[in-house]
């Protein structure tokens, strides 16, 4: 919702923390944990995978909420709103 590295034609211009702000701890929603034991099965880690997919799937949430369709990231408010009005 708010990472985003900025370029220009020639450089990446998020060259610190101020200019590539990120989620903090605070901000995150809760989720709901549900350990699953699979004793048959060796443990694959935790969350660590899941990173690479939210994005995706709070993308297609969006659209099946609301119909708007935009593939930049980060979704910020203005995007998403200039994504349903078009």
Known sequence: MKEEVRFDNAAV????WTGHP???STEAPNPEVRL??????SCHGTGEISQFKTGAVVANALFDAVGAR????PLTPD???AAMNS
């Open 13 to 16: 211009l998020s060259s610190d």
């Open 22 to 24: 990120i989620l903090t």
């Open 36 to 41: 699953i034991v699979r004793r048959i099965e």
């Open 70 to 73: 935009d593939r930049r990231f």
């Open 79 to 81: 995007r998403v709103k």
